[in-house]
């Protein structure tokens, strides 16, 4: 059964520096998404992105943050200089399409700054 | 702000009886419904969906919709130990064209031997 997969599981950065988390989507879905959940908290939506550009965003999503498809498969996330909160699991989803679909997610990576 | 609720539990049922998971929602534009499960340290796992009034089945799991009270629910039939997880509600408003979930804070249910 096609899965979304993720890359790193965990990755460990110092505050300020930049990170890049990858994921493949499952190959015939057109949305892609990334959420995040902080130990204990709640799932939280980053931004989706359809068609080569961003569909919509949180306000957790600030300049600090980008996201591209460099490629027919990754989709990334970036975070150019990493704060002390940004600790948290980061979570890769896709949809086939937009309205009523399913979205199904990565296993995650597990971002940790120290 | 568009919030979903839940009861964050624990629910504890017994093996082999019903669990009932309740979810409200604020937003009226909502479309789209979701149960996901979420075992600690895991990813969300989709469960169900479900998009209009009424009922849906499949397996040992009824989804429930009822837009007209904002009131999504879960049942689970003949619970079993492996059911044991954290049940999260996501709810889809389709505004802004970007297909946003939004997530309650789940559930957490545990199926007692």
């Known amino acids: 059964e096609p899965e979304v997969t993720q890359t790193p599981s965990h990755q460990v950065t110092q505050m300020g520096q930049e990170v890049i988390l990858r994921c493949v989507p499952i190959?015939?879905?057109?949305?892609f998404y990334w959420y995040r959940q902080i130990l204990g908290q709640k799932v939280e939506f980053l931004v989706s992105?359809?068609?080569?550009?961003?569909?919509?965003k949180s306000e957790i999503f600030d300049d600090q943050f980008s996201v591209e498809r460099p490629d027919g498969s990754n989709f990334t996330l970036k975070i150019r200089s990493t704060k002390l909160e940004d600790s948290a699991m980061y979570f890769c989803?896709?949809?086939?399409?937009?309205?009523?679909?399913?979205?199904?997610f990565g296993p995650g990576t597990r971002l940790t700054v120290l | 702000q568009k919030e979903v609720e839940q009861n964050s539990g624990p629910l504890s049922v017994p093996e082999g009886a019903i669990a009932s998971l309740n979810c409200t929602y604020s937003?009226?534009?909502?479309?789209?419904f979701f149960w996901y499960r979420q075992y600690s340290g895991k990813s969300p796992e989709l469960i169900m969906s479900?998009?209009?009034?009424g009922d849906k089945e499949d397996g040992r799991f009824t989804a429930q919709l009822n837009k007209a009270s904002q009131y999504v629910s879960l049942l689970i039939r003949d619970s079993q130990p492996s059911d044991s997880a954290t049940y999260l509600c996501?709810?889809?408003?389709?505004?802004?064209?970007?297909?946003?979930?939004?997530f309650g804070t789940g559930t957490q249910l545990k199926v007692e031997l």
């Open positions: 996501a709810v889809n408003g389709v505004t802004g064209g970007g297909n946003k979930l939004t």
């Open positions: 989803a896709s949809s086939e399409w937009q309205g009523e679909d399913e979205q199904f």
């Open positions: 937003d009226r534009g909502s479309q789209s």
């Open positions: 992105f359809y068609n080569n550009e961003i569909s919509e």
């Open positions: 190959s015939n879905h057109l949305y």
């Open positions: 479900i998009y209009s009034n």
